[in-house]
């Protein structure tokens, strides 16, 4: 997935029943970019962790 996909998806401030699939994402891309040391999908990363904070 990329960022257009998860904005399509999830939106710019998602939705709270969508917050534990945002949060699987962003712990499996952690994890990916863990293993390969940076060549992760960083875009889809900060887009989940935006996603999971609360709108000011």
């Known amino acids: 997935m990329d ?3 998860g904005l399509h998806r ?3 401030f ?3 029943e969508h ?3 945002i949060r699987d994402l962003l712990m499996t891309h ?3 970019e863990r293993q390969s040391q940076g060549y ?3 875009e ?3 887009l989940a962790a935006s996603s999971c904070s ?3």
């Open 19 to 21: 917050l534990d699939q």
């Open 14 to 16: 998602s939705a709270a």
């Open 54 to 56: 609360t709108p000011a």
């Open 3 to 5: 960022e257009d996909e």
């Open 44 to 46: 889809v990363m900060k």
């Open 30 to 32: 952690s994890e990916l």
């Open 40 to 42: 992760g999908d960083t």
């Open 10 to 12: 999830y939106g710019l």
